[in-house]
């Protein structure tokens, strides 16, 4: 049987640019974060792309995945934010999803695990976000992105990758061809889940054989969308007045 921990680690998802790597690692190691994995991509944000001669200049980004404990979260989540400044715009995103499964680094399985019955800390307004995750084949993800836009979602991250599927036998003299896959990051608030998915689904076909999966993650705590969190709160402004 496989040694799991449960529900005493969480998963920091940060996308910044590529220069600010090596600096937010830096300072998550400080608050007990024991290291991180680095997935090179491109983003588009809520500022239009610089063009060279008509062709948009998609600024680099490093996706960077941090596993930290439960209890060291929110401390690695600030350091973080304010390391790269994160409070203003265009500096980058975090946000923390929770891990209900995690093996693989064996000295942490010495450590005691939170308890069943710990209750849940309270949640503030930036847990009103969903993360929706679409893995497509090469060649779809700026349609999705402009679809997406279009739903009403501020942007996207795009990682590649390579994917094998019960739909993809192609060989070239007798060697498999793994069809090359982009993935799309993107955040959006609750309210609007559902619109932004049908239209990734509508674009991308998603809902024919062999052209991809998508898939929404809850978000906990994520920073650096305070343009998102202003459009959310001046509704509810109006209200009480």
Excluded: Y
């Excluded at 060989?171 to 990051?185: A, G, R, Y």
């Amino acid at each position: 049987m496989i040694e799991q921990l449960k529900n005493c680690q969480k998963l920091i998802l940060t996308i910044v640019s590529r220069n600010k790597t090596s600096r937010i690692i830096k300072a998550s190691k400080r608050r007990h974060a024991e290291g991180a994995t680095i997935i090179h991509g491109s983003g588009t944000g809520i500022e239009k792309c610089k063009t060279f001669w008509g062709i948009p200049m998609e600024p680099e980004k490093d996706v960077i995945f941090t596993v930290v404990s439960d209890e060291h979260a929110e401390d690695v989540l600030d350091i973080i934010s304010k390391c790269v400044k994160m409070s203003k715009p265009g500096n980058g995103v975090a946000f923390i999803l929770d891990i209900t499964r995690f093996t693989g680094a064996v000295h942490l399985h010495k450590k005691k695990q939170k308890p069943e019955d710990q209750p849940l800390k309270s949640m503030d307004v930036t847990a009103q976000f969903e993360l929706i995750v679409s893995i497509v084949n090469k060649g779809f993800c700026e349609e999705i992105i402009e679809a997406s836009r279009k739903a009403g979602a501020a942007g996207g991250t795009i990682i590649t990758g390579r994917g094998t599927g019960v739909h993809e036998h192609a060989k070239l003299f007798s060697f498999n061809i793994e069809p090359e896959k982009e993935v799309v990051l993107t955040l959006v608030p609750q309210k609007i889940t559902d619109k932004v998915l049908e239209a990734i689904v509508r674009t991308g076909e998603l809902d024919k054989p062999g052209k991809g999966i998508a898939f929404v993650l809850n978000v906990e705590k994520v920073l650096g969308i305070n343009h998102l969190l202003d459009e959310m709160l001046e509704p509810e402004a109006h209200k009480e007045e």
